[in-house]
């Protein structure tokens, strides 16, 4: 009998060492936050800013907890969500009585606080997250991903969500040099920033080429820091390449379109930092039910 409760503590403790085991070692800022609930310093954290395609995990159990597909710029100074996995982030009244506290369901790590009402998206959530509670894990490579400036990005936007092969679009601001620019800092004209479209792809239905012809037939590429009545160097022509192969394509587009007689003013650039652009402005012709004022689809190519 004593033999047998002396393997059973032992089998016991090996199960206790290995559910350890699966917990990351945190550092003196982790356990503050993690498990003492503190909070980090607003726009310290390395993911306020971060909105690259993935998931975002616990730091400590290394457990699911959100999709870079409901993350959203919300200006508080910590990574925003609204909304989390299923199941995977649990809520419950903070210590102060007030908030509601946001924590790992598996691990109880604290991650922050769950706000209602904001009315900051669509789903009117708002996870604000503690960066340390994070880790990011960066999405395969199953989608590509395409930035042009031509124009007012609605417009620019409005004509690619039309394609079969685009997974999903968004209009923002690339090229410029101020940080966390608001469409009120881009109209001056002065950050250097171009109204851009961000769009996601499947290369295996559509190419790269194809989206890059469309982009030269649904805008002017011959204007200059303008797009019909928009007038300033944020409404410039520019292919945002983010590989040498869509560099040469779009180099190889312009060049056809040299030849064809057309003086081509589009810009072809490295692409940097993508930054959304405000909720009003996603989706805008199809919210509102019209059609594009200045970006009409002219064939170039035959």
Request: aromatic share 12%.
């Amino acid at each position: 009998m004593i033999k047998l409760m002396i393997l059973a503590l032992l089998l016991t403790g090996v199960v206790i060492m290995n559910a350890e085991e699966k917990y990351r070692e945190l550092n003196d800022l982790e356990k503050y936050v993690i498990e003492q609930k503190g909070t980090e310093r607003p726009f310290t954290g390395i993911y306020t800013d971060h909105f690259e395609e993935g998931l975002y995990k616990c730091k400590k159990c290394g457990g699911p907890l959100f999709k870079s597909d409901n993350k959203f710029h919300s200006s508080c100074g910590w990574p925003s969500f609204d909304d989390a996995i299923e199941g995977k982030v649990k809520e419950q009244t903070d210590a102060d009585g007030r908030r509601t506290e946001i924590l790992c369901a598996n691990c109880n790590a604290h991650l922050g606080h769950v706000f209602l009402g904001e009315g900051l998206t669509d789903k009117n959530v708002r996870h604000c997250v503690n960066s340390v509670s994070l880790q990011f894990q960066q999405e395969e490579a199953k989608y590509e991903k395409a930035y042009f400036a031509g124009g007012c990005f609605w417009g620019v936007e409005y004509h690619f969500q039309k394609l079969e092969g685009v997974i999903s679009t968004s209009v923002g601001y690339m090229g410029g040099n101020l940080k966390n620019p608001v469409y009120y800092d881009v109209t001056t004209g002065t950050t250097g920033h171009a109204e851009t479209a961000k769009i996601v792809y499947d290369p295996s239905k559509i190419s790269y080429e194809e989206l890059t012809k469309l982009f030269f037939e649904i805008h002017d590429p011959t204007q200059i820091n303008r797009q019909g009545p928009d007038i300033g160097h944020q409404y410039r022509s520019a292919v945002y390449y983010t590989s040498d192969e869509q560099k040469e394509t779009a180099k190889k587009l312009i060049e056809i379109l040299e030849e064809k007689g057309y003086d081509v003013a589009t810009e072809v650039e490295s692409a940097n930092k993508f930054y959304p652009a405000e909720k009003y402005h996603q989706d805008y012709y199809e919210k509102k039910g019209s059609l594009p004022y200045c970006h009409i689809y002219t064939k170039r190519f035959d």
